[in-house]
């Protein structure tokens, strides 16, 4: 267990480095070793309250200040999309047309025979659909 007993603010963010080193207790030689690196944070609340005064000193700063109105930065004239694209739904609909054509080998078909598809085409269909 590693504690740190002298955590105060000015600490937050120094990083610290541990080497552990293990080796049998009759033998001084190391059989392996790793260092590990710590680094100390403030806990949840202490970076809530830090937000909250970085916010409340920002509205402040911007209360204050004079805007200036940017020409450069106008918002874009875009539509937004509201459904899928026309290329998505044409697919969508050849893939449910090759889905219902016969496969190859069915006799009893009035669709003439170079509209049947083999069970490989109809299983890329369906994996395009799904």
């Given amino acids: 267990v590693i504690r740190h007993r002298d955590v105060r603010a000015a600490y937050y963010g120094v990083i610290d480095k541990f080497r552990l080193q293990v080796s049998e207790q009759s033998q001084r030689k190391a059989l392996g070793k790793k260092e590990i690196i710590a680094t100390l944070l403030p806990s949840a609340k202490e970076q809530q309250q830090q937000k909250e005064e970085e916010e409340k000193r920002i ?72």
């Fill in 59 to 130: 509205k402040e700063h911007l209360a204050e200040s004079v805007f200036f109105e940017q020409t450069l930065c106008q918002p874009e004239n875009r539509t937004a999309s509201s459904g899928p694209s026309l290329l998505t739904v044409f697919l969508g609909i050849v893939c449910i047309a090759a889905l219902m054509l016969p496969t190859l080998g069915e006799m009893e078909s009035l669709v003439p025979l170079y509209l049947h598809l083999s069970v490989n085409q109809k299983l890329v269909a369906a994996y395009v659909l799904g």
